[in-house]
């Protein structure tokens, strides 16, 4: 008998592994091993894979990618219309995140740790500024949020403080975004 495997693939462009994984999977006649499957596909895409680039890429497989898919992800703080009780970007996105943020800061730490051994490699510099990007706009929440309750409260310096950070995240994206011409 024939089987057919199909998706859509709109939102996954810009994360490959989705992709190759549903597609490598089209034509198994077995569950793959993640951690070998994944071993191999980072060896292709890296041109190595350190023990420090593989336990990223778990990391964000075993609690990012499988996040809460029944929901919409919090978007990005950099992306909200300007407001003092803004909590969400658009009216079909959640107030909390639907991931462990803070395993996506791990990863991108462990990625980052071996920057050295793989900084020639293009996928490898794409994600590292993908995650880190994320990173940045998932911390976005904690200045807005910030300034939002020192404004209610009257305090001033406060609000000051946290709109100085809130604004200097935007230069941040912009030069992430800057470092990879896709």
């Not at 592994?17 to 490598?24: A, G, H, P, T, V």
């Not at 023990?51 to 990391?59: K, Q, T």
């Not at 992306?79 to 639907?98: D, G, I, M």
């Amino acid at each position: 008998s024939l089987s057919i495997c199909t998706a859509s693939i709109e939102g996954i462009a810009a994360d490959e592994i989705l992709f190759d994984i549903l597609s490598s999977q089209s034509v198994c006649s077995r569950k793959p091993e993640l951690e070998e499957w994944l071993r191999d596909w980072l060896t292709v895409r890296y041109g190595a894979c350190p023990r420090e680039v593989l336990d990223a890429w778990m990391l964000l497989v075993k609690e990012v990618y499988v996040a809460d898919t029944s929901s919409n992800p919090k978007e990005s703080a950099l992306c909200a219309r300007p407001s003092l009780t803004v909590k969400r970007v658009s009216s079909w996105s959640e107030e909390t995140f639907n991931y462990s943020t803070r395993s996506l800061e791990k990863a991108c730490r462990l990625l980052l740790s071996v920057y050295d051994t793989l900084k020639d490699e293009e996928p490898y510099r794409f994600d590292l500024a993908d995650l880190t990007r994320q990173v940045v706009a998932n911390y976005g929440w904690k200045p807005l949020t910030a300034l939002q309750k020192a404004y209610q409260e009257g305090d001033n310096s406060a609000f000051e403080a946290a709109v100085s950070r809130f604004m200097a995240l935007f230069p941040i994206q912009e030069a992430l975004a800057a470092t990879n011409r896709h």
